[in-house]
């Protein structure tokens, strides 16, 4: 059974950092997707950034590049998203999600939320101003 656990959302000033963490467990296989999406209310969930680890690969929301970062720490399999330079348009709940049986043959995660089958419980993001 996958399970992904995240943490780390906060309430910040803009032009402030946060890192979110993401625990994940019961992969059966080291090449998967993992990915950090956000929702705030009245919208859409937005893919923020992917990460396919079969090839190290990562993909960024144009309104987030240059500014957040994803990574893996495949030893404890967590996936961190750090997030500077933050703005109000950030404030959202952030989920981590995770794909483990990707379509064979990908060289990155497309961060389409419906692409991915195992989703956290959500961590909040508040930038005030």
């Known amino acids: 059974q996958v399970r992904l656990r995240e943490s780390g959302g906060a309430s910040v000033q803009a032009g402030g950092s946060l890192r979110l963490s993401c625990a994940a467990s019961g992969h059966s296989s080291n090449k998967y997707c993992m990915g950090w999406f956000r929702q705030s209310p009245g919208k859409e969930r937005e893919g923020v950034a992917t990460?396919?680890?079969?090839?190290?690969?990562?993909t960024y929301a144009d309104s987030v590049k240059g500014r957040f970062a994803v990574s893996l720490d495949k030893t404890n399999n967590t996936l961190y998203l750090q997030m500077n330079s933050l703005n109000s348009d950030d404030t959202a709940t952030y989920y981590c999600?995770?794909?483990?049986?990707?379509?064979?043959?990908?060289?990155?995660?497309?961060?389409?939320?419906?692409?991915?089958?195992?989703w956290g419980q959500g961590t909040q993001v508040t930038v005030s101003s």
């Open positions: 990460f396919w680890t079969g090839g190290d690969a990562a």
């Open positions: 999600a995770t794909e483990p049986s990707p379509v064979a043959g990908i060289t990155i995660c497309v961060p389409d939320s419906k692409l991915f089958r195992y």
